[in-house]
Structure formats: C-alpha cells, structure tokens
C-alpha cells in the first residue's frame, strides 16, 4: 500500500519516493486480535551461517555503497558474518508480499499494512528474539504491537518509525491549524491547495479523525471498520476530494508543490518537511489533536528462508546502534534502538524525530493491515478487509 519511501533529506535527491496500534489511539503493549496464524515454530539455536541472505526491502534500507560512497552498512556485515547481502528493492507492501509468497527471499521490512498478511498466511515465520542480541535495546514501543506479533509472539525485529504529520504554509494557513479538520471540514478555505497521501491507507486518517469528532460511530481502531464506519469513512474522503488538489507518492513533487504555493496544507512526514524548510518553504508540521497514523516497519523471516542463520544475523545487525543510527538518518524516520541516538551524526536527529519520546508515540496509530476478523476484538461484526480498501480509494479519487 505504501508506494515508495525515502532517505533523509540530504540524500533525496538521489533515492526513490517513498499499524493500528495495541489501542486506538497508540503504539505496541498489545499483539493482533483475531488473527490465528498457522502454527510455525521459531528456532532455538541458531547453526552456522549459510554464506549469503537474500532481501526485500524498501529503498534506503540495504545500501551497499553502490548508490553513494558514503552510504554503506552492508560491507561491514559481509566481513563480518561471511553472509553475502543480495537485497532486492519493492515499489509496494503489496509487491512485498508477493515476492515472499515466492519463497525466494529470507527476510523482508515489512510496513504494518503487509505484516498481517504475511503472518495469516503463514509466509512469515514467528520470530525468537533471544537469538537478536540487540533486540533489548528496541524501544518498548516498538515491542509486541498489533501489527508485528500474535498472542505475545513477535513475529520479526522493529527497524524504525514515523508518523504522519500536517504540514502547512505558515503565511497562507491562518490561524495556525491544530486539527485534521484543516484538510476535512475545513478544506474549503484552500480548495485546490489541500494535498494528501495517495493510497488506501489514507482512509485510516479519515477514520483517526471521526474517532475523535463522531463518537457515535464507536470508532475505537482506525484500522478496524465496520461497514458503517468504512462507510462514513469513505463518505468524508470523497467530500474531501472535491477540495484536494493533487494526491501525492513523490515526495520531491510535494516538496516542490509547498514552494510554489500549489499546496498549502495536507499531510507528510518529518523528513519531508525538513527538507521543504530547507528549500525556502514557509512550512510547519505537526501531530493535530486527534492524533495520527504511522508507520513502524519490521523485518520479518520468511518461513520458508533458504539461509535462517544470515537473515538473524542481519536482524540483529540491523538495530545494532551504529547501523539502526546510519539507517534512521539516510531514510528519514527515528530509529528503532534506544542505544542509536548516541550514534547520530547530527545529534538534534533524534530529537526532532521524536525516537525516545513514548508519549509522542502514544498519539500515533500504526499502520496494520485490515481484515475481516475485527483487530480491535469485537466478534459480533465482520470488519471491512484490505481488498475493499483498495477499491474504494479507486472510488474516492474518481
């Protein structure tokens, strides 16, 4: 569902573009509900290494020095492990899935709207996490959410996160917004300029929002719709779309489009908006009052991985803090260790990323993949599954 993702600001120009979370409203402290995945076996020990790993993962997250001399955390770890890295890059979470189905691959970063589908069906292989020395660094936030295990079994290592902000021009955007209804009931006021993220999770954001505004809906999970709630959900983005002016995957385009006045107020991400302040766009961005959805992607061992032992080799080296702190700062999100901030080249990163504040994280709901069995746990309903999302958002943009 995510089309593409990107590396901080300093490298943009170079890479590609670019769950719910244990309650409504926050991230981990609670495994999915209604889900029963097939009954894998994590290992117990691991054996010798098997000479390489073969990878999926988004754009930024396996680089080798091949795109950028000074960008590699992939060498060190061939040395050190002897487990040679082929890494394959995915547009999709719905390409990601696919290329696992293949059983081609060891390990995938998955986001929260794949993990799900890949635990049901049995592509991935429940995770022991006293096999990733480095796993006791993870933030606690990270550990054990909805979208990444299953009845306290974790079911890959968390990489890192982000949030989903509103960004607004300061000069056009008066006074300043502190409410999603900015890009809702508000958008009006800038239609033509309101901008939003181009894919079907985005209708979690409409539900985020009339969790807060329209309780009597009884929104608790924004990833978990009745059909009345999709419905309404639905309804509020396709008002919306009468106001919006473009719909956005490339980050570079919002960039440019927030410089030039086309957009004035929609949604991004962090390092999106560092990068238009940057550039001389009179931008801010915030998590509004009603909180926001998220991201936080997790690598995961496929259940039918050729070569186990690398691919927790790479789990593990991938939140040492030296390599999670080289990852964080080239994609643009915080880090997944408690111990990478240390390793930040710039060290305001984490702080403007919010990577230690729990109570930040508490106001964001991370990406997870719908399904019928209602993740929120209620069993008197059927909740609208994620192939329903994708045709209406076809729907909403017209």
């Known amino acids: 569902m995510r089309l593409n993702r990107i590396p901080r600001a300093a490298a943009a120009a170079a890479a590609l573009l670019l769950a719910a979370a244990c309650d409504s409203s926050g991230s981990g402290g609670s495994s999915a509900t209604g889900l029963n995945p097939p009954d894998l076996k994590a290992p117990t020990k691991l ?39 082929h890494s394959k890059v995915a547009a999709s979470s719905d390409e990601m ?6 059983g081609e691959y060891d390990a995938v970063s998955a986001s929260g709207d794949a993990s799900l589908r ?9 995770v022991n996490t006293a096999l990733v020395p480095h796993y006791k660094d993870v933030f606690s936030g990270l550990k054990n959410g909805a979208w990444n ?23 056009k955007v008066k006074p300043a917004p502190t409410s999603w209804s900015a890009v809702f009931e508000g958008a009006a006021r800038y239609k033509g300029h309101v901008t939003a993220y181009d894919s079907p999770i985005y209708i979690a954001d409409a539900a985020l929002y009339l969790k807060a505004t329209r309780p009597e809906l009884k929104i608790k999970d924004p990833y978990a719709l009745d059909q009345k709630q999709f419905d309404a959900a639905v309804a509020l983005l396709k008002r919306q779309n009468a106001d919006v002016g473009e719909y956005w995957s490339d980050y570079l385009k919002e960039v440019s489009a927030f410089k030039s006045g086309d957009s004035v107020v929609g949604t991004t991400w962090q390092v999106i908006a560092s990068l238009a302040a940057s550039e001389g766009a009179k931008v801010k961005a915030l998590v509004p009052k009603e909180g926001s959805t998220g991201w936080s992607d997790t690598w995961m061992v496929s259940a039918r991985a ?16 030296k390599v999670n702190a080289q990852v964080a700062e080239y994609f643009g999100e915080a880090p997944a260790s408690s111990k990478a901030c240390a390793e930040t080249s710039d060290k305001n990163f984490c702080t403007v990323y919010h990577a230690a504040d729990e109570r930040y994280w508490k106001k964001i709901a991370f ?18 599954p994620y192939a329903k999302w994708v045709q209406a958002w076809t729907e909403i943009k017209g």
């Open 97 to 102: 899935v696919k290329l696992m189905k293949t």
């Open 306 to 321: 050729k070569h186990p032992n690398c691919a927790y080799k790479w789990l593990d080296w991938i939140v040492s803090p």
């Open 149 to 171: 295990s299953v009845k306290g079994q974790m079911y890959g290592i968390p990489h890192g996160r982000g949030a989903n902000l509103l960004m607004y021009n300061t000069e």
């Open 118 to 126: 890949l635990i049901a069906s049995g592509d991935a292989a429940p």
């Open 47 to 85: 054996g010798r290494t098997e000479g390489q790993v073969d990878l999926i993962a988004w754009a930024g997250y396996v680089e080798d020095g091949s795109d950028d001399p000074k960008v590699d955390w992939v060498s060190d770890f061939e040395k050190q492990t002897g487990c040679q890295v």
């Open 367 to 384: 990406w997870n993949t719908p399904i019928e069995q209602c993740l929120d746990g209620r069993t008197d309903v059927r909740c609208v």
